[in-house]
């Protein structure tokens, strides 16, 4: 009988920006106040990218750092995935910036857009490629600087979201460890909800469509805070199921940091205790993709995901993408 292979996550990093902008500096930019912020969001500070810095230099120091870890070097990647949709550029992709930076010379690169499921679509990617024997050691980046197509004058939407990365390395074990399921699914019939309209294929840059801001973020945050709890807690139970465990078999679950609100709706929902929910929305803010790639980074590093222990990674985001992912993480 063939041995089973597994993908196994071998090194994390992320990379935050050091610029911070706290909930009292917003209160100067629009109509908002830190009570109500924090009480209808979680967030207190995000951290901003600097004038100089583009998704690649972000994407760049957090694949460093997962490299590093890993102890794997550049030119041994065989393929580097990054989830974004706020790349350098509309083409080529940001993989390809990053691999130049980083000299990962050997690498197959390309970008996936999934929002802020991407990350856990880009893990269902390097799975299926390690799992396959197509490639040995995979590369994945999470990154969005948020802050580059929010609009600054619109408070239902500026206060949430803040620029970040986060990376991992994805090697094959034939061991108990690493990726046990990944579950991704998709509703199409929802794109309006949470979108960037201007700038596409659809509405190609003019200065009319800079003057209507159509290049920010338009979101019907309502609709969608309905949606996440149930995308969320749908997408996380069917990960459990796929790998054959329950609730209670997790450590630590790392659910996408865009409300805490949606976050506690679904650690009740899934009758999780606090300490088994990993929170830094008051850090950081929504970071679309990266957000879940940091957390995991952020867990392992605080000492709160240990060898053998199982860590569950939550997300939905606009298209709308929702899914989750089970590791017996192995470091
Ligand atoms: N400060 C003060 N008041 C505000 C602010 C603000 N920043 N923003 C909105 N308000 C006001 C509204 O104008 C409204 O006032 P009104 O009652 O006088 O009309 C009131 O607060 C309530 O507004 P709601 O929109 O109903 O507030 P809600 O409690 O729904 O919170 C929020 C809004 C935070 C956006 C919430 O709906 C949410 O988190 N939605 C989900 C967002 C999300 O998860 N997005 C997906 C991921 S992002 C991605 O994929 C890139």
């Given at each position: 009988m063939e041995t089973k292979i597994?993908?196994?996550?071998?090194?994390?990093?992320?990379?935050?920006?050091?610029k911070i902008l706290t909930n009292a500096e917003l209160e100067k930019m629009v109509d908002t106040n830190d009570e109500w912020i924090t009480t209808r969001t979680g967030v207190k500070e995000r951290r901003l990218a600097a004038a100089e810095e583009a998704a690649s230099d972000l994407g760049a120091e957090a694949a460093r750092r997962a490299l590093k870890e890993a102890k794997v070097k550049p030119e041994e990647i065989d393929c580097l995935i990054v989830a974004t949709i706020t790349g350098d550029m509309p083409f080529p992709a940001t993989a390809c910036f990053i691999q130049n930076l980083i000299g990962a010379k050997n690498a197959a690169a390309f970008d996936i857009s999934a929002a802020c499921t991407g990350f856990i679509y880009a893990l269902s990617i390097g799975k299926a490629y390690i799992e396959s024997k197509t490639y040995k050691k995979v590369l994945i980046v999470a990154v969005d600087l948020l802050s580059r197509i929010t609009d600054w004058t619109d408070r239902g939407t500026c206060v949430l979201f803040g620029d970040g990365a986060g990376a991992v390395v994805l090697e094959p074990t034939t061991g108990e460890q690493g990726i046990h399921s990944i579950y991704i699914g998709a509703d199409g019939a929802l794109t309006h909800l949470l979108h960037q309209p201007g700038g596409g294929s659809r509405n190609p840059a003019t200065a009319k469509t800079v003057a209507?801001?159509?290049?920010?973020?338009?979101?019907?945050?309502?609709?969608?805070f309905k949606l996440a709890v149930t995308a969320m807690l749908d997408s996380a139970r069917k990960a459990l199921d796929q790998a054959k465990l329950k609730c209670e078999d997790i450590t630590l679950l790392i659910p996408h940091q865009a409300n805490i609100r949606i976050i506690e709706a679904t650690a009740k929902r899934l009758k999780l205790p606090v300490e088994k929910i990993f929170v830094n929305i008051q850090k950081y803010g929504n970071m679309s993709g990266a957000t879940t790639a940091i957390g995991l980074d952020e867990a392992y590093h605080e000492g709160r995901i240990k060898k053998g222990d199982y860590v569950e990674l939550v997300a939905f985001g606009a298209g709308l993408t929702w899914g989750?992912?089970?590791?017996?993480?192995?470091?």
């Open positions: 597994r993908a196994t996550i071998t090194g994390t990093g992320s990379y935050l920006p050091a209507d801001r159509m290049h920010y973020i338009k979101m019907s945050g309502n609709e969608i989750a992912a089970v590791i017996k993480w192995g470091k």
